[in-house]
DNA sequence: GATGAATGAGTCTTCATTCAT
DNA sequence: GATGAATGAAGACTCATTCAT
């Protein structure tokens, strides 16, 4: 089987994820049918089912699929621009979740506010890239200003801002509230930098 | 404690919500259909129709008078407490929020993260509890410890407060992720104090 | 509420079971769609569901219903005969349902080789028929022929002979296997006579 | 003892019939897929259409080949126990086909109440088992204690007893109705005695 | 106001069958 | 011969909404 047949196997797989992707971002998840979905993909209906259990199926695989990027793509701006300090590093990390949920709008409709760590790690558990996150969550729970702090302490810490961050990108990008997202990044890393020292 | 608690006229129309409540927590708003919700009312179809436009129409109401009920209950403890600190009123209004939600899982089943301020805030303009609303806020607006910040700001932190706090509770009371609320309190709340000197 | 509106409101049901009935005859329980049952009943789809759970649900009622038509008729045959002796008695019974089935082959097409007492007799228990069946159980578990015999047995005979009677009403009606029904029903009855005896 | 004996050759064509064969146990001929069938048997879907027209064709031949069975057991049976009374004889018979059910509950859930003489007879009259068959027929056919009955009449009352045997089966075995097939036998094999006298 | 029978469009899901490889 | 991806017609079931009583 050569790589040009294989790759031709999940053309249609492709595209019924390319087609769902774009049908939940345009009418969110809920109000998709899998008819729209198939049409879009230009597959018959069976050929969804050869391939996912149901809705459900497709839009979890989407997630993971989206989640990954999300955390690798921030992974490697922050490797980018070799910061040294814990704080700028951290920030950076956050910025570039931020950057990238304010060019993937639509993507962000899709997390809501659902954008926190346990999930993007249980996911990602199994996937390659682990050594790729296993390198930055060393990074981010090594808090040089908090010393005393376990690192269990830590981790919630995180958590929490992780939780802050996609909370607070949900209301500034998607509903401008309090205010728009250029206006609140000031005031979001502001409140990390203080949650850290 | 019934969950809507209203005028006792309109008898029907006060079942139908609470009937409607208790059967989005059972399963949720989107698997709830009208019929269900007749039934466990013990009303005709048609008299839902009379008092509301569709599911969506008793959801939001609902959560409106939810919301009305976390604030409103979170001033009265605090006022109660008769603190003076600017920092300790602010973590106790936290605090009956995140108790209230402990109490009420189901409500924050409801709520899942969406706890904002300008939800609340949008959804109350009208109401007669307006001025508690606004006594709170007035308190809550003015931190001694941040003379230099603008109003604007001050609410921007504030916001993203009750929005670390909808987050972080959805997660640790409903999962116990990262932990178990009663071990995420002293974290959250050192975070909060952290924010706001 | 007047009759008149209370037959009113079973209209659409009796024209479902109605529906149901002809297309179970035409093309079998398993081949008959719901949609054509409501084709032919001229209801909306919903209005099946309205009144029957599933396919399954309708064929047992007139499963049921059928069933009652076939005893009923049967006991009120014998009586309106006046006979004393118990095997006249009994053959008269069971020649009742034989030529029941011979003017609804159809109604046999449903039953299959399935018509049996227990089956009846579950299904009628509640009913107001009851007192009609049990006179007649009473007069058939009496055989004046066999006194040594219990209860019991004489039940399980009894069970064995309306078996042998569906079976064979289903072979030599439906397929006149091995001989039509009019040259089956001396030997089905001569058979009958000796076991009794 | 594989319930589908056949030649070595066409493995495939023999791993899908016993796959059919048991997937048909499991959940009856009408709930099972082929999809489900080839997946049992390790083929691909269209290594089931090299050998068989649909579902039908596949369970046509099953049951061709399990009432072979049946059968030729009990003849081959009845032929051991070297019995030379005619009563004796066909009770042999009978109580053979009895056992073998017994043992075979699922094959009797397939044949349901549908195991009649002419079927078999049908169905095996181009086999090369037939002169076996032919054998036990002219057999059972001669009933010394019947001497003035013609042979049609002989075969009608056989036929019956046949399905009356497969009919009480049915019952007593899959549903204990109206008891066991140990306290039926009895009251059969008496029914059957004073049938044949 | 209150009822609940009736609607029928909409959705999910299954499955026998084909066919290019 | 063997494969299994692809098809799409067909069927079951749901449910918001209307309306005559």
Redo the contacts with the bound molecule.
């Keep these: 089987m050569s790589a040009i047949?294989q790759s031709?196997?999940n053309?249609?797989?492709q595209s019924i994820m390319q087609a769902a992707y774009e049908c939940f971002l345009h009418n969110g998840i809920h109000?998709?049918?899998?008819?729209?979905i198939v049409k879009r993909a230009?597959?018959?209906?069976?050929?969804?089912?050869?391939?996912f259990?149901?809705?459900n199926d497709v839009s979890q695989q989407i997630f993971v699929s989206l989640s990954k990027k999300v955390i690798t793509n921030a992974y490697r701006e922050v490797r980018r621009q070799q910061l040294t300090d814990y704080l700028d590093i951290t920030i950076a990390f956050v910025d570039s979740i931020v950057e990238f949920f304010r060019r993937n709008k639509l993507m962000l409709k899709l997390l809501e506010r659902n954008f926190s760590w346990p999930l993007i790690e249980s996911r990602l558990s199994q996937a390659p890239e682990d050594e790729e996150l296993r390198e930055i969550m060393e990074i981010l729970l090594n808090n040089p200003y908090q010393p005393g702090r376990s690192r269990d302490e830590v981790f919630q810490i995180l958590f929490s801002i992780i939780a802050l961050c996609g909370s607070v990108c949900y209301s500034s990008i998607m509903q401008s509230e309090p205010t728009d997202i250029d206006h609140m990044k000031p005031v979001l890393y502001g409140m990390i930098r203080k949650i850290l020292q």
């Design positions: 047949s031709q196997k053309q249609k797989r109000k998709t049918s899998i008819d729209e230009n597959v018959a209906k069976g050929t969804f089912y050869h391939y259990k149901d809705k």
